[in-house]
């Protein structure tokens, strides 16, 4: 099934005209895309090496940077406490098993820590990792996500990646890993830029999504190929939303229907919820009205170059 992601046909994309292509030192990458799901890549895809000289000199933090204690407070625990409700409406459990994908300072592992659930995480940047386990117990680990699993022996219910898919070299890696980790009826919960948005249609690809930002953002996502990468890896989208709301006029010719489904998907943040697509939770949940609205979204704007 992953050749239904890898095999994805991209073309370079234009806008008004103009080839978008970004470099980083001598590295040059132009920006692609795939005209069926709206999926957006730069390619060729940067080494391991041109990024990691990137987050160490002009994204990652220094040596002497702390970890801000005020990351750690009560509201925090009740972020953690409303995701692990959000969790359970769909897989009940007591007692959670969570890793945190690119948890930055690890204030949510910290948080789900104090409501009593189990929680690890990793990070790249050092200095996070060592003023982090300071507060969470040394179950923050430096490094990518294959080499702080090799640490955790438990099964997991639960994946948060919050903004980590679209600076990976390749997504459905990470989302493979992490699939291959979960428990029955385990959660992966996943948040990125919605590039279906309204922001990006109203202003333009380019102003709208932010393409200058290379090599940080190198994958650009809509709710039809976030569907795709997750099944290709043998996953089921079971739950999917978009937040902030942008603003829309309500016309005279919307139904109260289409207007609801409108304000659901065209916002900048995407959230999608998988679990395994053989498990017991994928075949109770019924995702035809889901899957339903995701292809009218994918159809409502399709995404071509000009």
Not at 237 to 243: E, F, K, N, V, W
Not at 276 to 286: I, P
Request: with cysteine.
């Amino acid at each position: 099934m992953l050749n239904n992601y890898r095999g994805l046909a991209l073309k370079p994309f234009f806008e008004n005209g103009d080839l978008i292509r970004r470099s980083y030192k001598n590295f040059e990458s132009n920006l692609m895309y795939n005209q069926e799901t709206g999926f957006m890549t730069f390619y060729p895809k940067p080494e391991d090496a041109v990024l990691e000289e990137f987050y160490s000199s002009d994204f990652m933090r220094g040596d002497n940077d702390p970890t801000p204690e005020s990351e750690f407070t009560p509201n925090m625990i009740t972020v953690a406490k409303g995701v692990i409700n959000h969790m359970n409406s769909f897989s009940e459990k007591s007692h959670w098993n969570i890793y945190d994908v690119g948890c930055g300072y690890g204030s949510l592992v910290w948080a789900w820590q104090q409501l009593g659930h189990t929680a690890w995480g990793n990070e790249l940047n050092p200095t996070w990792v060592r003023e982090a386990n300071y507060f969470c117990d040394d179950k923050i680990f430096f490094g990518n996500l294959y080499e702080g699993l090799r640490r955790v022996e438990e099964s997991l219910d639960l994946f948060l990646i919050s903004h980590v898919l679209e600076h990976v070299l390749d997504p459905a890696q990470i989302l493979n890993e992490s699939a291959g980790r979960l428990s029955q009826n385990g959660l992966i919960y996943v948040n990125t830029p919605n590039t279906k948005c309204l922001r990006v249609f109203a202003n333009g690809r380019t102003s709208g999504i932010g393409f200058g930002n290379f090599p940080m953002h190198l994958n650009f996502f809509t709710p039809a190929s976030m569907k795709l990468i997750g099944e290709s890896v043998g996953l089921k989208l079971i739950s999917m939303d978009t937040r902030p709301f942008d603003e829309i006029e309500k016309t005279s010719s919307d139904t109260d229907y289409q207007y609801r489904y409108n304000k659901r998907f065209l916002g900048g943040e995407l959230f999608s919820l998988f679990t395994r697509a053989d498990s017991e939770l994928a075949q109770r949940v019924d995702t035809s009205d889901l899957y339903e609205k995701i292809k009218k979204t994918n159809d409502l704007f399709p995404i071509a170059s000009t």
